[in-house]
């Protein structure tokens, strides 16, 4: 059955996507503010993350540390298939609610 | 002084490495420390920049307690509302439920923590937190009772069962139960992780 994913949920994992084999952390943390137009706490992506790879949607591994992060190893995840299929029916979900109802709300008001 | 070699303040990186899994430790916290270093510092300043990280140490912390602590309120704000709904004169049976359900309340957050992070001192600190954040939640949800609640009758069950100040002080003073029964727990969690761990190999 497809994952129900949450508005956040799409969005960390947009980011990954987005990011490719940049995607780590902080990155994905900053994607996420970038996108979602708000500051963002980094416990709520890395809970989010952390929740995502316990789900099966992402996979991730240890890469090397710079000295900006004190040599602290990055963590780089990757959208798994069954990801990809869950971001597929989120969308699908999505545009099927909308389907038949004129896009901006105020302008098909208006011609009510 | 170089964004890349400033320092958060050390108490903040401390906390946030206890109370982190110890499989995301490394991670997590080169995350913060860099966006630390090569984000805030340049755009904020250093006060303004360790702030900032203590906010989000902050967030992580309450992550880790929050359910915790909302567990032991809840359980304060219960026996609360009964005694002073269905006041009594005898407290032992009252008292041994909602003793022993707080207790199972701080071993439990502190074992579980202890487990995840492989660290006693973790298993302590978040005992001692929750107890914390629990009283602040606990003396709120009181205070709403209290609002609800105010007539004669209730006054007089108040005043029965230990009176106001008792129960606006007492949350903040299990802080001391927290600590000892936090520390039991902490040393069976983290005891068990060693011995789970030694047996799977």
Not at chain 2, 62 to 74: Q, V
């Amino acid at each position: 059955m497809a994952d129900v994913l949450g508005a956040f949920e799409q969005a960390v994992l947009l980011a990954v996507l987005r990011l490719d084999d940049e995607a780590y952390g902080r990155a994905i943390l900053k994607e996420v503010q970038e996108r979602l137009e708000r500051d963002v706490a980094a416990g709520a992506v890395h809970s989010t993350l952390e929740r995502l790879v316990r789900k099966g949607l992402l996979s991730s591994r240890l890469g090397s540390g710079t000295p900006i992060r004190a040599g602290r190893a990055r963590r780089y995840y990757r959208l798994r298939p069954a990801g990809v299929r869950a971001l597929n029916d989120a969308r699908e979900a999505v545009d099927s609610i909308w389907r038949g109802v004129t896009w901006p709300l105020v302008k098909a008001m208006s011609s009510v | 002084m170089m964004a890349e070699t400033t320092r958060p303040p050390e108490w903040a990186e401390a906390l946030l490495w206890w109370c982190l899994k110890s499989t995301n430790r490394e991670d997590v916290s080169g995350d913060l420390l860099e966006e630390y270093r090569a984000s805030i510092v340049p755009s904020r300043g250093k006060a303004a920049a360790d702030a900032w990280y203590v906010a989000q140490v902050a967030g992580f912390l309450w992550r880790a307690t929050w359910l915790w602590a909302l567990m032991f309120s809840a359980l304060f704000v219960a026996r609360t509302a009964y005694d002073w709904r269905v006041p009594t004169t005898d407290f032992a049976t009252r008292s041994a439920v909602s003793s022993w359900s707080g207790v199972a309340v701080w071993f439990i957050a502190a074992m579980w923590t202890a487990w995840r992070s492989r660290s006693f001192t973790a298993g302590l600190l978040i005992a001692m937190i929750t107890s914390q954040i629990a009283a602040v939640m606990s003396v709120v949800g009181a205070a709403i009772l209290l609002a609800v609640w105010h007539d004669a009758e209730t006054h007089s069950a108040i005043a029965g069962s230990g009176g106001l100040a008792e129960v606006f002080t007492l949350p903040f003073m299990m802080i001391v139960p927290a600590l000892i029964v936090g520390g039991v727990g902490s040393a069976v969690g983290s005891v068990g992780r060693k011995v789970s761990s030694a047996l799977v190999g």
